[in-house]
Nanobody, 119 residues
Framework: VQLQASGGGLVQPGESLTLSCKAS????????MGWYRQAPGKQRELVAS???????RYADSVKDRFTISIDYADKTGYLQMGNLKPEDTAVYYC??????????????WGQGTQVTVSS
C-alpha cells in the first residue's frame, strides 16, 4: 500500500493550487485522509483532515481558504488551496488511514510535495 502525493509547485500570492493523494495497493477502503505540512525550521503541523462520514478538521491558519475532500471510489484525496500566502510555503504530506482485511486499519504516509508561494 502506498500514498502518492502530487500537485505541488510554485505559485504567486493569492493564487490557488490543488494537491492530490492517490492511495494504491491491497486495501479495502479509505477511512480517513489528512494533510500535514512542514516549513523549514518548523515542526510538522496538521493542515486538514477528513474522516469517512464527513468530519473535517482545519488548522486555523487555513480555514476558509483550504478544502479537503476524498473521492472514495477513486481512493484519492484532495486539498484545494485558495488565496495562497507566502506563509503557506512548506512541504505538504498526505496521510491516510486505510482498511484491509489482513491488517485492519493502518496509517500510511505519502511522500512530500513542495508548495512555494512567492512573488
Amino acid at each position: 500500500v502506498q500514498l502518492q502525493a502530487s500537485g505541488g509547485g510554485l505559485v504567486q500570492p493569492g493564487e490557488s493550487l490543488t494537491l492530490s493523494c492517490k492511495a494504491s495497493g491491497n486495501f479495502y477502503i479509505v477511512n480517513s485522509m489528512g494533510w500535514y505540512r512542514q516549513a523549514p525550521g518548523k515542526q510538522r503541523e496538521l493542515v486538514a483532515s477528513l474522516v469517512r462520514g464527513g468530519s473535517t478538521r482545519y488548522a486555523d491558519s487555513v480555514k476558509d481558504r483550504f478544502t479537503i475532500s476524498i473521492d472514495y471510489a477513486d481512493k484519492t484525496g484532495y486539498l484545494q488551496m485558495g488565496n495562497l500566502k507566502p506563509e503557506d510555503t512548506a512541504v505538504y504530506y498526505c496521510t491516510g488511514n486505510l482498511y484491509s482485511y489482513s491488517l485492519g486499519s493502518v496509517d500510511y504516509w505519502g511522500q512530500g510535495t513542495q508548495v512555494t508561494v512567492s512573488s
